[in-house]
């Protein structure tokens, strides 16, 4: 089970500290990655963290400005947002998954564990 928490209602310009954690998986063990969902548009990768060592991968859009990492002592990964825009407002979800390879990393149908989203609402 993946629990997200930190979303709420920024400037533009703000900052916010994501937080997934995660019980009854391991999550070093895991590809960890975070996806959105903006009004009326379909859900896209956001960025991942590679299950083996420490790679990470990032959206284009949010490259530069967003850090995913992980904590395995809490079992927690963090997505770190800064220099925010209202083009960032979404539901915002983490995901696990135990098989993904680099191809597929971007891909929601890699992931087979979701939390149930924290919104993140950036005002102009």
């Known amino acids: 089970q993946l629990q997200a928490s930190g979303g709420g209602l920024v400037q533009a310009g703000d900052s916010l500290r994501l937080s997934c954690v995660a019980s009854g998986r391991i999550i070093s063990s895991d590809t960890m990655a975070w996806f959105r969902q903006g009004p009326g548009k379909e859900r896209e990768f956001v960025a991942a963290?590679?299950?083996?060592?420490?790679?990470?991968y990032y959206a284009d859009s949010v490259k530069g400005r967003f850090t995913i990492s992980r904590d395995n002592a809490k079992n927690t990964v963090f997505l770190q947002m800064n220099s925010l825009t209202p083009e960032d407002t979404a539901v915002y979800y983490c995901?696990?998954?135990?098989?993904?390879?680099?191809?597929?990393?971007?891909?929601?149908?890699?992931?087979?564990?979701w939390g149930h989203g924290t919104l993140v609402t950036v005002s102009s």
């Open positions: 995901a696990a998954s135990g098989r993904a390879i680099l191809s597929s990393i971007t891909s929601p149908d890699t992931y087979g564990y």
């Open positions: 963290l590679f299950r083996r060592g420490s790679n990470t």
